[in-house]
C-alpha cells in the first residue's frame, strides 16, 4: 500500500507547526512579552531570524507561541465537537425516523445555518474576547458537523448483517453504538476531525484578527496580521511572515486530511496501482 | 474657436474638497451632542457662535462684532453683525441668541457642555443688534465659553431638525448627508461675512487607517485633518504630491486610574503606576514619534503650561520600592481600552508592559466606544483606561467628584472656583499653574503625552489649520493654490 505525497506533505507540514509550538514551550529566541521600541521593524536578520514587528518583539518567537495558541484553540474546539457532536449523531442515528432524531438533527440544521465565523463573533461579542471564549464558539459550531457525518456514517452501518446479530442477541441500542458502530465510522471521524481542526486554526486567526481571540499580551497569528496591516508599506516581511504561516498550517492539515481519507479509504485503496 | 478657447483656463483652480474623517457623527446638531466629529464637520462651517476660535486658539468676535463688559463684571453687552441671516433665509437677530441660551440652560437641555453656561443667569434681546447677558457672578471667561460649538446659535424655526439638516449661519450650507459614507456641503452664496473661496466640500468618514493611506494614494481624498495611521504619514509626506502638517491638539493623553478602587485610592500606588511608564517609549511605538511629553493636564503649548513631567519621570526602581512601601501585596488591574487603534489600543499594549515589568498584572480589555462610554465613563466601573481628552482647558474636570476618575479634592475645587471668579489675567495664571501642580504631586491619573495634529494634505491646499485649538475642520479660509 502506497502512503500519497499528499499525506507525506500534509504530515511533514503538521509535524514541522507542532514541534514549533512545542519548542515555544521550553524556549523561544526572545522573550516575547519583551517590547523594544528601539528595535522596531527590522528586517530579518541575524540577531532576528524573522526581523521584529512595530514593538520590537522577534516575530519567530511569536509565531513559535502564536502556533501554540492556534493549535490548543483548534485542538480543544475539535475536541468539544467530538465529545458533543459524535453521541447526538450516535443517537439520532439509533433513533433513526423518530421524533427526537428529527429534533437533533433540526436543531444541527438551525446551529448549521448561521456560517460559523458569525457564530463565533456572536458568542465573543456576548461574553467578552479571550482565548477560552474562541475555544466555547468554534467547538459550538464543531458540534452539528460531527453529529451530521457521524449520524450519516452511523446509518449505512446500521444496515449492516453484524448488527441485526448483535441486536438479535438483545444488545440495547446504546450499547451497539458505541462498541459497533463507532469502531466502525472512526475512519470517517478521524479525518473530519482533521478538516475541522484546519478550519479551527482558520477560525481562530479570523476572530484574532477581528480582535476577539487571544488577547494582548498572548500572541497570535490573525493578531499579528491585523496590527501588521497598517505597517505594511513600511515592512512588508510584518505582514507576510504571519500570513503565509496561517496559509502553510492550513495547507498542511488540509493536505494532511486529504491524505488520510485517501489512504483510509478502502475503494480508492484498490483502485491504486 | 479661439475665443471659445481662451475662454476656458489652462488650468482651472479647483473649488471643490474632499475631507477625510475617522469618525462619523451620530448626528449634526452640535447643541445636543459631545461627540467630536459633530464640530469637525460643522464648527465655522454651518455653525457660528458670538464668538469662535481662530487657528492659533485665539477668541475672535464672530456673530457678534463687539462686547462690552459692565464695571461689575456681571453684564455682557454683545453688538451682533447686521443683515445676518440662517440658511433657511429667517433673519438671525438678539432674539436667537436668547432662544439658543435660554434652550442650552433649560433644565431638559440635552446640550453637551451645560457647564459652559453656568454662570449665566439670564439672556435678552435689548434690540434686534443687542444681546444681553446677565451673569451670577463675575466671570473673565465668557467670550472663551461661547465659542465652544456647543454654544452655537441656532435658529428656533429649525432647532428641533438640525440633527439631520443642519440650519445655522455660517459661510456654508448643508447639501446633504449619506449615511455611513459622506457628508455635503456647499458655499453659502448669501452669506453676511467673507465668502468662502471653495464652492463644495465632501467630508467622507474612513475609520480604517489602511483604508485611510489607500485613499490618499488613490486621490480620492484630499486631505485628512487627522490622519489615523502615523506610522504612515512618513510615506506620504516623502510623495511629492502631499506634505504632512504637524500641530498641537488639545488632547491630553492620560492613563486615568480609578482614584476610588483600591489599590488606586492610595497615592503612593498611584505614584508607582507614573514612575513605571516610559512616556519617550511610548510616544515612539505608539505614534512613531509624533506627541509631546505631559506632566499634567495642560495643553503644553498654552502660555500657563508648568512642565511637571519630572515629577512622574520613568524610574521603574523607584516605582517597585514605592509599591514595597505602599504594602498592597500583589496587584491585578485591568486596563480598558477604547478603540483608537494608535494610542489607546498600541499605547496600551505599551503599557500593560511596563506596568507588567514593576510587578503590576496588567489585563488588557479591548472596548468599542458605546461600551467604554457606558461602563467606564458613566458607570465608573474600571482600574485604569488609557483616553485623551480633547477639550480645550478641562482641567476642571478634575474639580467633579463624580468624575469617571473621581478626584474634586476640597483644595483643588477651592482652585477652581477662585479661577471661575477671577478675571486678572496674572492671577489666572497662577491659579491654572497651582491646579496643574496639584493634579500632578497627588498623582491623580498618569499624563502621558499631548496628541499631536497629524494632517496630510495635497500641496496644493492652503488655509487649513495646522494646529486644533478646537475640534473643528474650519474650511471659510480654505483654497486650492
Avoid: C
Wanted: no cysteine; proline share 6%.
Amino acid at each position: 500500500m502506497r502512503v500519497g505525497a499528499n499525506l507525506i506533505a500534509g504530515i511533514g507540514l503538521s509535524v514541522f507547526f507542532l514541534a514549533l509550538a512545542g519548542v515555544s514551550l521550553v524556549w523561544t529566541p526572545y522573550d516575547v512579552t519583551l517590547l523594544v521600541v528601539g528595535d522596531r521593524l527590522q528586517p530579518p536578520s541575524q540577531a532576528h531570524w524573522l526581523g521584529t514587528d512595530h514593538f520590537g518583539r522577534d516575530i519567530l518567537s511569536m509565531i513559535m507561541v502564536g502556533a501554540r495558541t492556534s493549535i490548543a484553540v483548534a485542538l480543544i474546539a475539535v475536541g468539544v465537537g467530538v465529545i458533543f457532536g459524535v453521541p447526538l449523531g450516535l443517537f439520532a442515528a439509533a433513533m433513526r425516523g423518530s421524533l427526537a432524531d428529527e429534533i437533533v438533527m433540526r436543531g444541527n440544521d438551525l446551529v448549521f445555518a448561521f456560517p460559523a465565523l458569525v457564530i463565533a463573533i456572536l458568542i465573543t461579542a456576548i461574553f467578552g474576547p479571550g482565548a477560552v471564549n474562541a475555544i466555547i464558539a468554534i467547538g459550538i459550531f464543531n458540534i452539528p458537523v460531527f453529529a451530521r457525518v457521524a449520524r450519516g456514517a452511523a446509518l449505512s452501518v446500521w444496515t449492516r448483517e453484524f448488527i441485526m446479530a448483535a441486536r438479535l442477541s438483545g444488545k440495547g441500542s446504546a450499547h451497539i453504538s458505541f462498541e459497533h458502530i463507532l469502531p466502525n465510522i472512526a475512519n470517517t471521524l478521524i479525518v473530519q476531525a482533521t478538516i475541522q481542526f484546519s478550519l479551527g486554526i482558520l477560525a481562530e486567526a479570523g476572530l484574532a484578527y477581528v480582535g476577539l481571540g487571544a488577547q494582548p499580551p498572548q500572541p497570535s497569528w490573525g493578531r499579528m496580521l491585523a496590527e501588521a496591516q497598517t505597517m505594511i508599506a513600511l515592512a512588508p516581511h510584518v505582514a507576510i511572515i504571519p500570513g503565509l504561516t496561517i496559509v502553510l498550517m492550513v495547507l498542511g492539515l488540509n493536505l494532511f486530511g486529504d491524505g488520510l481519507r485517501d489512504y483510509l479509504d478502502p475503494r480508492l485503496r484498490e483502485r491504486r496501482p | 474657436m479661439l475665443a471659445a478657447l481662451w475662454a476656458i483656463p489652462a488650468l482651472a483652480q479647483r473649488t471643490d474638497i474632499v475631507v477625510g474623517l475617522v469618525l462619523e457623527p451620530p448626528h449634526l446638531d452640535p447643541t445636543a451632542g459631545a461627540a467630536a466629529a459633530i464640530d469637525e464637520v460643522g464648527y465655522a462651517n454651518i455653525f457660528e457662535g458670538l464668538t469662535r476660535f481662530g487657528p492659533d486658539g485665539a477668541i475672535l468676535p464672530a456673530l457678534a462684532r463687539s462686547w462690552d463688559i459692565s464695571e461689575d463684571g456681571l453684564t455682557y453687552t454683545f453688538h451682533l453683525h447686521e443683515g445676518v441671516s440662517f440658511h433657511d433665509g429667517t433673519p438671525f437677530t438678539a432674539n436667537d441668541v436668547a432662544f439658543s441660551f435660554t434652550r442650552a440652560m433649560a433644565e431638559d437641555s440635552v446640550n453637551a457642555q451645560k457647564g459652559l453656561f453656568e454662570p449665566i443667569a439670564s439672556v435678552e434681546a435689548a434690540d434686534d443688534l443687542t444681546a444681553v447677558v446677565t451673569l451670577d457672578y463675575p466671570y473673565g471667561n465668557l467670550p472663551f465659553n461661547l465659542a465652544w460649538g456647543d454654544a452655537v446659535i441656532v435658529s428656533s424655526q429649525t432647532a428641533q431638525t438640525n440633527t439631520t439638516s443642519p440650519v445655522g449661519t455660517g459661510p456654508f450650507r448643508f447639501v446633504r448627508w449619506t449615511q455611513g459614507d459622506s457628508i455635503v456641503i456647499e458655499r453659502n452664496p448669501d452669506y453676511w461675512g467673507e465668502p468662502a473661496r471653495l464652492e463644495r466640500a465632501t467630508f467622507r468618514f474612513i475609520d480604517d487607517p489602511s483604508a485611510a493611506f489607500a485613499a490618499m494614494m488613490a486621490e480620492d481624498v484630499d486631505t485628512f485633518p487627522i490622519y489615523p495611521a502615523p506610522e504612515t504619514l512618513a510615506i506620504l509626506d516623502a510623495d511629492p504630491r502631499f506634505v504632512a502638517v504637524i500641530g498641537s491638539t488639545e488632547g491630553e493623553t492620560i492613563l486615568a486610574m480609578n482614584n476610588r478602587r483600591a489599590p488606586l485610592d492610595n497615592i503612593l500606588v498611584r505614584q508607582a503606576i507614573t514612575h513605571a511608564i516610559d512616556r519617550q517609549a511610548l510616544i515612539e511605538g505608539a505614534m512613531f514619534g509624533y506627541g509631546t511629553p505631559i506632566g499634567t493636564h495642560f495643553a503644553p503649548h498654552h502660555p500657563a503650561y508648568v512642565d511637571l513631567t519630572g515629577l512622574s519621570a520613568y524610574d521603574p526602581d523607584r516605582s517597585r520600592a514605592l509599591l514595597e512601601e505602599a504594602g498592597v501585596g500583589p496587584i491585578t488591574l485591568a486596563l480598558a481600552l477604547p478603540p483608537p487603534p494608535t494610542y489607546a489600543r498600541r499605547g496600551g499594549e505599551l503599557i500593560a508592559a511596563q506596568l507588567r515589568a514593576v510587578g503590576i498584572d496588567t489585563r488588557i480589555v479591548n472596548m468599542e466606544w458605546s461600551q467604554w462610554l457606558e461602563q467606564v465613563f458613566s458607570g465608573k466601573d474600571f482600574d485604569l483606561t488609557v483616553i485623551s481628552h480633547t477639550e480645550p482647558m478641562d482641567i476642571e474636570i478634575y474639580g467633579r467628584e463624580d468624575y469617571y476618575f473621581g478626584y474634586g479634592a476640597p483644595q483643588f475645587q477651592a482652585i477652581m472656583e477662585e479661577l471661575n471668579l477671577s478675571v486678572d489675567p496674572d492671577r489666572r495664571t497662577e491659579l491654572l499653574q497651582a491646579a496643574q501642580r496639584d493634579i500632578a504631586e497627588n498623582y491623580v491619573n498618569a499624563y502621558l503625552f499631548q496628541l499631536a495634529k497629524t494632517a496630510i494634505q495635497h500641496v496644493d491646499i492652503e488655509g487649513l489649520w495646522a494646529n486644533a485649538p478646537t475640534q473643528a475642520t474650519d474650511l471659510t479660509a480654505v483654497y486650492w493654490r
